[in-house]
T-cell receptor, first 114, second 113 residues
Framework: NAGVTQTPKFQVLKTGQSMTLQCAQD?????MSWYRQDPGMGLRLIHY???????DQGEVPNGYNVSRSTTEDFPLRLLSAAPSQTSVYFC?????????????FGPGTRLTVT | AQTVTQSQPEMSVQEAETVTLSCTYD???????LFWYKQPPSRQMILVIR??????QNATENRFSVNFQKAAKSFSLKISDSQLGDAAMYFC??????????FGQGTRLTINP
């Protein structure tokens, strides 16, 4: 049981480049989400999904896209990277209904946009 | 909208002593969950303790316990017998049912040997 996995762990992009951050979980959780963590601002929700084929925006969705084609995977796409997207990104998963309510987090991806 | 406030950006404690981290939240709901997460320098978010709002009894996990005051909307974390490995950022978080997790801004805890 690997829990929540994220790749890559580190990434450097140039302004305007695009990339996809990968997230997978093997706990059969319906709910998956992406957060960004900036100094002094805690974790802010970017996008979330309550099941395959269902996604919705969180607090800071601009500049990011998501899709959920399977229960296990929830990739986050940066369409045209900007320096303001320099941050640490976390993927998390949990049960949507029933089960324990806490979210399980991946190890994070540190992204730098120059 | 629900908000979570941690009023102590930084705290420090001597090894083996007890420290309390504060958290207040704002909600009009009666049934919800509260969490404390620990984030060590490795960046991994680790669940420390969970409290269900409908339970009057304060949650405990070994050296970690909470003081849950529902009417005051307060949820503090007490760490007893502090150890060097407890040094980390601590985040308080709120969750209503299947809705999103709302985080406070965090408290950086330093343990002095």
């Amino acid at each position: 049981n690997a829990g929540v996995t994220q790749t890559p762990k580190f990434q450097v992009l140039k302004t305007g480049q695009s990339m996809t951050l990968q997230c997978a979980q093997d706990m059969n959780h319906e709910y998956m989400s992406w957060y960004r963590q900036d100094p002094g601002m805690g974790l802010r929700l970017i996008h979330y999904s309550v099941g395959a084929g269902i996604t919705d925006q969180g607090e800071v969705p601009n500049g990011y896209n998501v899709s959920r084609s399977t229960t296990e995977d929830f990739p986050l796409r940066l369409l045209s990277a900007a320096p303001s997207q320099t941050s640490v990104y976390f993927c998390a998963s949990s049960y949507f209904s029933g089960g324990t309510p806490e979210q399980y987090f991946g190890p994070g991806t540190r992204l730098t946009v120059t | 909208a629900q908000t979570v406030t941690q009023s102590q950006p930084e705290m420090s404690v001597q090894e083996a002593e007890t420290v309390t981290l504060s958290c207040t939240y704002d909600t009009s709901e009666s049934d919800y969950y509260l969490f404390w997460y620990k984030q060590p320098p490795s960046r991994q978010m680790i669940l420390v303790i969970r409290q269900e709002a409908y339970k009057q009894q304060n949650a405990t996990e070994n050296r970690f316990s909470v003081n849950f005051q529902k009417a005051a909307k307060s949820f503090s974390l007490k760490i007893s017998d502090s150890q060097l490995g407890d040094a980390a950022m601590y985040f308080c978080a709120y969750k209503k049912g299947a809705q999103k997790l709302v985080f406070g801004q965090g408290t950086r805890l330093t343990i002095n040997p």
